[in-house]
């Protein structure tokens, strides 16, 4: 989903000095793309467990090997070419601007293809020299996807771990003809990870269960990392509803039914079913006075038609989320879980999703959110409207989120994940933490 985030021009500190955490480690990640600023879910969860991370007092190094379209120019020409951004106290984020891997990750966009130019890069050692020495430096490595291999060199005695988004293979076929010719691949580079790695951190039970079958998964612990948020960062003053629905041109009387996401396949396959709905229950929905929010770069450009309101990408998703009754989740397809639903959570939504739309989550159907059935929908919907007040809702909302807030908070999710892992340290008092600014001239 669509989540871009300014980094603040000061770096703020939000380790807390006092609290229980491990001894620092130097922690490198490794990263396909530039995460910061968020810009879908993917990016969402990678930042989340760096910046848990670096809360708990390790410092942590993000290494992305490509950037985004904007970020290059005359110096991508330029040897060692890369750009360096404090994201906050202990974490930094390094992104290279070599020419020759913004090129190729273009190619492969405009041809269509999944990263495999990049998997093989890492897997055969061609990688920048500042990486190398990254690596050299780090204690324990990250590698955040199975597109980012280990890179074969004196490091690879250093404990090097596997952060899954979701089982690869499953998305690739159920991607483009492009990207199905690649699924038979990466099942195979996924059936290898657990004799790759030191352990792997799955993002739900189901992709836990693919990795566990595995015969060099025995001894591994395959700790699970869920697609957690950061409450604090979708806290907004009491009077964003009101403005925020002004300018979308709606008021209290209107219902809000918010459903956020990226150009993922299985969002757009959930999108053109939604607008296919609006436009079979124009009477209703309008009788009903309810607007079907569709947030983020899920389409490329703001419109309207009927109920629907799409605002294309934005540079705050918060502010649109204190503006909706209830978070609405239709997918029916993909791999893993959707941070989408733990940012509907975290906002004291209510939700409305289809039961594919739930996994990787305790949520218990018809307590905790209402669900449905594509074919069903108008019928959710009218649940939603009926069965309890808008302010019933919100207590629920709340209610739900007491119950289940410790596997949504990102940073109580990380520190339950390493708690048993060696390799991450012992428990010891969290240091202050250095300042990014001494950390950066240390990278330079």
Not at 225 to 237: E, F, L, N, S, T
Not at 419 to 430: K, S
Request: hydrophobic fraction near 40%.
């Amino acid at each position: 989903m669509l989540k871009e985030r300014r980094i603040p021009a000061e770096v703020i500190d939000r380790t807390d000095p006092s609290s229980t955490t491990v001894a620092a480690k130097n922690i490198l990640m490794i990263s396909g793309f530039r995460i910061f600023p968020t810009g879908t879910g993917g990016h969402v969860h990678s930042a989340g467990i760096a910046r848990s991370l670096a809360r708990m007092g390790h410092r942590v190094h993000v290494y992305s090997v490509a950037a985004r379209y904007d970020d290059y120019n005359f110096r991508s020409f330029l040897p060692r070419s890369h750009r360096i951004d404090p994201i906050e106290t202990n974490l930094v984020e390094e992104t290279n601007l070599g020419l020759c891997f913004g090129l190729l990750q273009g190619l492969g966009r405009r041809l269509d293809l999944p990263r495999v130019w990049q998997h093989w890069l890492l897997r055969n050692a061609w990688v920048p020299s500042r990486l190398k020495k990254a690596l050299r430096e780090a204690d324990i490595i990250l590698s955040d996807t199975p597109w980012c291999p280990p890179v074969p060199g004196p490091w690879n005695d250093k404990p090097w771990y596997l952060v899954s988004h979701n089982l690869e293979h499953r998305l690739l076929e159920q991607g483009s003809p492009r990207h199905r010719r690649f699924s038979k691949w990466m099942l195979g580079v996924e059936l290898d990870a657990p004799a790759r790695y030191t352990d792997i951190f799955p993002c739900a039970e189901g992709d836990r269960s693919f990795f566990g079958l595995q015969e060099s998964a025995r001894h591994k612990r395959l700790p699970i990392i869920r697609c957690g948020v950061d409450p604090g960062d979708y806290q907004v003053p009491a009077s964003t509803r009101k403005k925020m629905r002004g300018e979308l041109g709606l008021n209290e009387e209107d219902t809000v039914v918010v459903f956020s996401g990226s150009r993922y396949g299985p969002n757009l396959d959930a999108l053109q079913a939604l607008r296919e709905f609006c436009r079979r229950e124009a009477g209703f929905l309008a009788q009903a006075r309810v607007r079907i929010l569709v947030l983020g770069s899920i389409v490329s450009a703001p419109f309207r038609d009927g109920a629907m309101i799409a605002t294309g990408r934005v540079a705050e998703v918060v502010p649109y989320f204190a503006a909706a009754d209830a978070g609405l989740n239709p997918i029916t397809r993909g791999s893993g879980a959707n941070v989408k639903l733990f940012e509907y959570l975290t906002m004291r939504l209510p939700v409305i999703s289809t039961l594919f739309g739930v996994r990787g989550t305790a949520l218990v159907p018809d307590v905790d959110f209402i669900a449905y059935e594509p074919a069903n929908l108008r019928t959710a919907i009218d649940r939603f409207l009926h069965d309890r007040t808008r302010e019933q809702w919100r207590v629920h909302a709340e209610q739900v989120w007491s119950r289940h807030r410790s596997s949504c908070d990102i940073g109580e999710v990380v520190k339950r994940a390493i708690a048993d892992l060696p390799d991450f340290g012992a428990p010891t008092r969290a240091p202050g933490g250095a300042r990014l600014a001494r950390a950066e001239k240390e990278l330079i």
